[in-house]
């Protein structure tokens, strides 16, 4: 399992656990509240470091990390990993322009548009990219076209941002819901 932890000095550290172990290990630093996205094959991770131009790409069995970038992306807010790990989704701006939704080797270079707006990136499945709009998880396939909506609830909406998790298979889904309650006193008896 991988999850950040925000440290005193306000680095996002990016850690591994070993689930059978129960070992935790430091990997990297990160963007606070940024998708983190396993390869395939489980032995890699990728993640958006705290400049949000690049990617980064950690082998864990060789402590391996390397920096992607990619052509005229200027800041990356999303990525999910394809189903063969060779290619990566991106919601991304494009020379600061509107968040989009572009394709790109693992090893970085160029990415394709495939869809100019995009709201919450997902995840990528054998079945296409899944995206959170509004009230709706939509589908597009990783070469643009038309999208399906793959799930629909009125709960969405009260879902955090980055919260949004959904199981391809069945299209259920699991969010944070960002709370707070306050308490309102009435006093009396007290002189000003």
């Known amino acids: 399992m991988a999850y950040y932890s925000l440290e005193e000095d306000g680095k996002a550290v990016l850690h591994v656990l070993d689930i059978t172990s129960e070992e935790t290990t430091p990997?990297?630093?990160?963007?606070?509240?940024?998708?983190?996205?396993?390869?395939?094959?489980?032995h890699a991770l990728v993640f958006i470091p705290p400049d949000h131009r690049t990617l980064t790409h950690l082998t864990l069995d060789r402590s391996v990390?390397?920096?992607?970038s990619f052509e005229r992306i200027s800041?990356?807010?999303?990525?999910?990993?394809?189903?063969d790990g060779q290619r990566v989704a991106l919601a991304a701006y494009i020379d600061g322009k509107a968040l989009g939704l572009w394709i790109g080797s693992i090893e970085g270079g160029g990415a394709s548009l495939v869809r100019p707006d995009i709201g919450y990136l997902l995840g990528w499945t054998k079945n296409g990219i899944l995206f959170r709009d509004g009230d709706s998880i939509l589908l597009t396939a990783p070469d643009g076209g038309p999208e399906t909506v793959f799930?629909?609830?009125?709960?969405?909406?009260?879902?955090?941002?980055?919260?949004?998790?959904?199981?391809?298979?069945?299209?259920?889904?699991?969010?944070?819901?960002?709370?707070?309650?306050t308490d309102l006193w009435y006093v009396t008896g007290v002189d000003f």
């Open 27 to 42: 990997v990297g630093v990160g963007s606070w509240f940024s998708p983190v996205a396993w390869t395939p094959d489980g």
């Open 75 to 83: 800041s990356i807010d999303g990525i999910a990993v394809s189903p």
């Open 151 to 181: 799930a629909r609830s009125a709960d969405l909406a009260r879902c955090g941002i980055g919260g949004v998790t959904v199981a391809p298979a069945t299209g259920d889904f699991a969010c944070g819901v960002l709370e707070s309650s």
């Open 65 to 68: 990390q390397r920096s992607v």
